[in-house]
């Protein structure tokens, strides 16, 4: 009931930066915490950085300082600006979604994960 589509990942050297989207549709009445979690190979899927429905913000400890999470709840999209890349944010980027659909009964929903991939 709840579709998300995540874009803009891909290959960039050390240093450069990307820019991820996730598009929430479907039967949504209210987002509450959205999220993005990355899974490097042969490493369990971390939390990056999460948001609240008031704009409150958590980080990683690896990331603060260079990833910025943000949100637009008029169009249920969330957003990671990553600057400053290093070959260890290389992995799958997922985002991650909690809220209320227009039933009123609370949702958690995956998307599909993109690519994103730091070398030189």
């Known amino acids: 009931q709840v579709h998300l589509v995540e874009s803009g990942g891909g290959m960039v050297p050390p240093g450069g930066s990307l820019r991820l989207s996730c598009a929430a549709s479907g039967t949504i009445f209210r987002l509450n915490v959205m999220g993005w979690y990355r899974q490097a190979p042969g490493k369990q899927r971390e939390l990056v950085a999460s948001t609240g429905n008031g704009g409150s913000t958590n980080y990683a400890d690896s990331v603060k300082g260079r990833f910025t999470i943000s949100r637009d709840n008029a169009e249920n999209t969330m957003y990671l600006q990553m600057n400053s890349l290093k070959p260890e944010d290389t992995g799958v980027y997922y985002c991650?979604?909690?809220?209320?659909?227009?039933?009123?009964?609370?949702?958690?929903?995956w998307g599909q994960g993109t690519q994103v991939t730091v070398s030189s």
């Open positions: 991650n979604v909690f809220g209320l659909l227009r039933t009123l009964n609370r949702f958690e929903s």
